[in-house]
Structures are given as structure tokens and as C-alpha cells.
């Protein structure tokens, strides 16, 4: 089980991002139109530079929905090698067979 404050920081990225996304969106806009002034792009890309830091895409990491781990995560499934062994052992995913010896 990962660190509950490490979750809890990383809910709070993604509540971030989804919060200034638009105004994001809007100045990387402006800021990569090569037909507007270089003035104007130059604006943008300082208010860019003002938003949070954490409310960029990037900072974003995938974590297990079980646990948290950060590491070892499938993405299509959303959980981590150890959560999905876990699951299979005890026979909660459909299909799943785990083999032991």
C-alpha cells in the first residue's frame, strides 16, 4: 500500500489539471499560432509559466487504484502486477486462470 499522502498529492494533480485545462489549452494556443504577433504569444506563454505546476498533463502519474503503487501498473486494466495476482488468486477475474505448481 502506497503512502496515503503520496495518494492523496496526486489527487490533487489531477484535480488540477482538469481545472485549468482550458485556460491551458487556450494560451498554448495563442502561444503556438504562428500568425499572431510575437508580443502576444510572448504574453501567453508568461501567463502559461504563472499557472500552477502541477496542473500540467505531465506531472501526472499513473497509480494503482487498489493500492497506489506507482510502479509496475497495467494500463489497461488500472491496476498494478501485484493487485491483478492478488485478484487472480482468489478467482475475482473472469477468465483468469493462475497457475501453481
Not at 498529492?9 to 502561444?31: N, T
Amino acid at each position: 500500500m502506497a503512502k496515503k499522502s503520496m495518494i492523496e498529492r496526486e489527487k490533487k494533480r489531477e484535480r488540477l489539471v482538469a481545472k485549468y485545462a482550458a485556460k491551458r489549452a487556450e494560451l498554448k494556443d495563442i502561444a503556438n499560432d504562428e500568425n499572431r504577433p510575437m508580443e502576444e504569444r510572448f504574453k501567453a506563454r508568461l501567463k502559461l509559466a504563472k499557472l500552477p505546476r502541477n496542473s500540467s498533463a505531465t506531472r501526472l502519474h499513473n497509480r494503482c487504484q487498489l493500492t497506489g503503487r506507482p510502479h509496475a501498473y497495467y494500463r489497461k486494466l488500472k491496476i498494478s502486477r501485484i493487485a491483478l495476482r492478488d485478484l487472480g488468486s482468489n478467482g475475482q477475474i473472469p477468465g483468469m486462470v493462475k497457475s501453481s505448481w
